[in-house]
């Protein structure tokens, strides 16, 4: 309570994510599949004659997409699933991941105990510096902190058309690859980018690792990625000569609808993340959202940079509160005072970034290689 003046449970900035864009949730009676909440007059069948604690192991290993459609099957079914542990802490504690898994059909890609653990799992799995992850890239299940999510190319998803073109791959490979999602169309990123078509994304990493195999080695793939880069670039800026409009970096993209230089405004990245809690014990008192420092956002700049954003939007947890402070200084007066902390923040030290001799931050190109060095206040 005493932390309520210096923080606050949700930035002014609206970040477009998934779970944002999600259509209304169905009312009570509609989400109940069987209708009106009646007695069972069915049983499981043949699950039946097993204990109620082995149901609920196997039910727990089954894919979300499998468990959803094992409660369409009768009323007993559909009981037996809200009697799960995984499943009911999750359906109680965050009702918009159970939402996003069917719109964004990535259902197959997790089990309830995974998605559990994950929940239950307070820091971002991605930086290891013991920030809080309040966010779920759902086509890895994998929980970030923001920084990571929207400055690491590790996590920024592509198109099936990018993945082919770009990397070499035949249709058949991509299409084949199990760590996809299909896009809700709407806007996305704190700009509110437009998505107008619902493609197909694919994890990054599983296109490297698939185009690696292909081309018979990482060297081989990075040279070819390179050329081909280099070839959609050229190709590009030819039809803005041709057409007589040549667009400034920030809204370049090639012809396949990915951002040339992997934007942490591209919103690709938060078509794929939701905000998710963290499930540290039983009840409403085990569940940690996280907050936002009041000095970090009012000290962001309008217009700001991605690395201004990133510092401003961490999210912080009761027990991270002090270890922030003793970070950027106490706060008075609405602001940080640095000079008065025992250990000065670093601004890179917080985003996970390095930077280069030259005193520019070393930013991460479209393929996930280094990019040149660019001057620190540059907007990508």
């Keep these: 309570m005493g932390f309520q003046p210096s923080t606050y449970p949700s930035a002014s900035v609206n970040d477009h994510l998934l779970d944002d864009n999600l259509p209304a949730p169905p009312s009570e009676v509609e989400s109940q599949p069987h209708g009106p909440s009646l007695a069972p007059t069915a049983d499981l069948g043949a699950l039946a004659a097993l204990p109620v604690e082995l149901v609920h192991q196997i039910l727990a290993y089954l894919d979300m997409r499998s468990l959803a459609?094992?409660?369409?099957?009768n009323r007993q079914a559909a009981a037996t699933a809200d009697t799960l542990i995984e499943y009911g802490a999750i359906a109680a504690h965050a009702p918009t991941v159970l939402r996003s898994i069917p719109a964004s059909e990535t259902g197959r890609l997790m089990t309830s105990a995974a998605?559990?653990?994950?929940?239950?799992s307070p820091d971002c799995e991605k930086c290891g510096c013991g920030h809080f992850g309040g966010y779920v890239y759902l086509v890895t299940c994998t929980r970030l902190c923001y920084a990571c999510f929207s400055r690491n190319i590790q996590w920024l998803p592509m198109t099936t058309d990018f993945a082919c073109l770009s990397f070499g791959l035949d249709r058949r490979a991509v299409d084949a690859l199990?760590?996809?999602m299909r896009i809700v169309p709407r806007r996305y990123s704190p700009r509110a980018e437009p998505i107008t078509s619902r493609d197909?994304?694919?994890?990054r990493g599983a296109v490297i690792r698939a185009a690696t195999a292909f081309h018979g080695s990482r060297s081989a793939m990075e040279a070819f990625v390179r050329v081909q880069g280099n070839q959609q670039a050229l190709a590009y800026r030819e039809q803005g000569r041709l057409s007589g409009m040549m667009p400034g970096h920030r809204q370049q993209q090639y012809l396949t609808g990915c951002p040339v230089n992997g934007a942490a405004s591209s919103p690709l990245r938060y078509a794929a993340v939701v905000r998710v809690p963290w499930l540290k014990g039983p009840g409403e008192e085990g569940v940690e959202w996280g907050f936002h420092c009041a000095a970090c956002l009012a000290a962001c700049p309008s217009p700001c940079t991605p690395l201004d954003l990133a510092r401003s939007r961490r999210l912080l947890t009761v027990e991270?509160?002090?270890?922030?402070l003793r970070e950027f200084g106490p706060i008075r007066n609405g602001r940080h005072?640095?000079?008065?902390?025992q250990s000065p923040g670093d601004l890179a030290d917080t985003v996970g970034e390095s930077i280069c001799r030259r005193g520019g931050w070393q930013l991460l190109g479209v393929w996930g290689f280094p990019a040149e060095c660019v001057d620190s206040t540059c907007e990508i």
């Design 337 to 341: 005072h640095p000079d008065e902390s």
């Design 178 to 180: 199990p760590e996809r």
């Design 69 to 73: 459609d094992f409660r369409t099957v």
């Design 320 to 324: 991270l509160i002090d270890e922030h």
């Design 115 to 120: 998605l559990y653990a994950t929940l239950r």
């Design 200 to 203: 197909i994304l694919v994890d």
